[in-house]
């Protein structure tokens, strides 16, 4: 069953350079409700756990010690077809492919440190939002 909700993380470069409140203006701008949101910092095994889906690529041991590099926002957005508009308003995984306006295109270091996160599918933000909160911490109403 489709779903209005996508699932999002700030992460530890936009965050480190100051960039959560523009990302979090650019969100709102863009029509999303917050439902949740938490400042956390994750330890490697945890974001080891997050993106386990990755771990047999090459990429996996460098993206668990940066994503656990600092802090980062982790927040559950509504929107009628939230997953597919919130991916259209961060752009492309590697910036250097990211649209003008976009949030990756305007805060992304490199394909690694890419700013944010956005669900891929509606199953996928539903698993990400509760690895991070509890049905308590999202505003139902
Ligand atoms: P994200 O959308 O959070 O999902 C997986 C993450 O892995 C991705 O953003 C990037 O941070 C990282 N990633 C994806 N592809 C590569 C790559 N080719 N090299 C390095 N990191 C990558």
Redesign the pocket.
């Known amino acids: 069953m489709a779903t209005n909700r996508t699932f999002t ?1 700030i ?1 530890p470069d936009a965050f480190g350079e100051g960039n959560a409140g523009a990302i979090l203006k650019m969100i709102e701008e863009a029509g999303f409700n917050i439902l949740a949101l938490k400042l956390t910092k994750l330890d490697k095994a945890t974001a080891g756990k997050f ?1 386990a889906v ?1 771990k047999e ?1 090459p ?1 996996y041991m ?2 668990c010690d ?1 994503m656990s590099s600092g802090p980062i926002i982790a927040a559950i957005l509504e929107k009628d077809n939230a997953v597919a508009d919130f991916r259209k308003l961060i752009g492309a ?1 590697n910036p250097k492919e990211a649209e003008e306006g976009t949030i990756r295109k305007l805060f992304a270091k490199s ?4 700013a944010v ?2 669900s891929d599918s509606d199953e996928n933000a539903k698993i990400e939002g509760s690895f991070f909160f509890s049905e308590l911490e999202i505003i139902n109403d």
């Open positions: 993380m992460k993106y990755h690529r990429f460098d993206l940066y995984t394909i690694e440190a890419n996160h956005g």
